[in-house]
Each structure stands twice: as C-alpha cells, then as structure tokens.
C-alpha cells in the first residue's frame, strides 16, 4: 500500500498493534490478531478489524454491515479452540467517514448486543476529526472494553507510533480472585485426601 492510500495511516496502525493484514482493498482493510489475555481470565480473543473508508455513515450502512461482517470474520479468523471455552471472538469495525449522522453516533456509542463469547463492536470518526465509538462500558464482557477502545481509538485517530497496549484492571482483579479460589480448593482437596 502506497502512503497516499486513503487508510495507509490505519495500516500501519495495525501493523503496530501486531495485526496481520488479510485484505486491503482502495476502501477497506481486514486484519486478524489472536491474543492471549492472562490478565483476563486466561483467555485467547480472536480479533478480526475491519476499517472501512465511506463517504456518508448511516444507520442503513452500519446495520447492513453487521452480518456480512460476522460471517467474514468466522471465516477470516478462525480459532483452533471452540468459542466459550477460553476463547472469544472480537468483531471491531472503524469508519472513517466525511459524515457520520446522528442515529449512525448514537449506534457507535451504546451498548452492543449480548452475545456469547462474541463482540461485534462499531466505532466511527468524521472528516473533522471527531470520534464516535461506545461510552458506557456493558456488564458483559466489561474486562475487555478497554482493550476494545484502545485499538479503535488507534485505527480512529492513528498515531503511528507503537506503544503498550493496557491492561484491563478489572480483569486483573477477576484473574487474581480466580487463581487464588482454584489454589484455595487445591489445599482444601489435598487436605481432605490426605
């Protein structure tokens, strides 16, 4: 890709973030990463993005784009464990637009639908600089959304340079309580067998 492709500076955000780059296309790039998250509760996410140059974002636009997207991204990304089982799918899309209407914003900033071990989460950002993506951080799968803003944020507003990706706090909490509940029934086991 040339610098003077419309998404070469969200390509090269990618590449940063150690995504691999599946498609490149004169509006639209795919990429795919999987990712061991210790600090979430021992799990791999399998993120596939997709960032899309169009040139009015609408509601129409983004609710059309949320199966095909699905489907591309089971079939971009597939993991070699089974969804739920320490293994989830991460579905982030990024507008760039010139103009992002109000219903299209209001999608980008709510809550995402519940689905199991599964995130379709959409972001958009306009010609003048101003990024929509989710707000309120949903119950479900909330030790994730940190990782989730972070990378949109990147492929929203790129700024070339590599840094390190943060770490979910709560799910740090989470993971601590787990290890030390599974060690917990260790000695309680190894106490009632002994």
């Given at each position: 890709?040339?610098?003077?492709?419309?998404?070469?500076?969200?390509?090269?955000?990618?590449?940063?973030?150690d995504?691999?780059?599946?498609?490149?296309?004169?509006?639209?790039?795919?990429?795919?990463?999987?990712?061991?998250?210790?600090?979430?509760?021992?799990?791999?996410?399998?993120?596939?993005?997709?960032v899309?140059?169009?040139?009015?974002?609408?509601?129409?636009?983004?609710?059309?784009?949320?199966?095909?997207?699905?489907?591309?991204?089971?079939?971009?990304?597939?993991?070699?464990l089974?969804?739920?089982?320490?293994?989830?799918?991460?579905v982030?899309?990024?507008?760039?637009?010139?103009?992002?209407?109000?219903?299209?914003?209001?999608?980008?900033?709510?809550?995402?639908?519940?689905?199991?071990?599964?995130?379709?989460?959409?972001?958009?950002?306009?010609?003048?600089?101003?990024?929509?993506?989710?707000?309120?951080?949903?119950?479900?799968?909330?030790?994730?959304?940190?990782?989730?803003?972070?990378?949109?944020?990147?492929?929203?507003?790129?700024?070339?340079?590599?840094?390190?990706?943060?770490?979910s706090?709560?799910?740090?909490?989470?993971?601590?309580?787990f290890?030390?509940?599974?060690?917990?029934?260790?000695?309680?086991?190894?106490?009632?067998?002994?």
């Amino acid at each position: 890709m040339t610098a003077d492709h419309p998404l070469s500076a969200q390509q090269q955000e990618l590449s940063c973030l150690d995504f691999r780059i599946l498609e490149v296309t004169p509006d639209s790039i795919i990429a795919a990463r999987r990712t061991f998250n210790w600090e979430c509760l021992l799990t791999w996410v399998n993120y596939t993005v997709f960032v899309r140059r169009v040139p009015l974002l609408n509601a129409q636009v983004m609710e059309a784009d949320q199966q095909t997207l699905m489907q591309k991204a089971q079939q971009a990304n597939q993991s070699p464990l089974p969804r739920g089982f320490q293994s989830g799918n991460a579905v982030l899309v990024a507008y760039i637009a010139d103009q992002v209407d109000l219903e299209a914003r209001q999608l980008c900033q709510r809550k995402t639908k519940i689905r199991f071990a599964q995130f379709y989460v959409p972001a958009a950002s306009d010609q003048d600089g101003q990024a929509y993506l989710i707000t309120k951080t949903p119950l479900w799968g909330f030790i994730y959304y940190v990782k989730f803003r972070y990378i949109l944020n990147r492929l929203l507003k790129p700024i070339g340079t590599p840094n390190q990706e943060p770490r979910s706090t709560a799910g740090l909490i989470l993971t601590g309580v787990f290890v030390l509940y599974m060690l917990f029934l260790v000695v309680i086991l190894a106490t009632i067998f002994n």
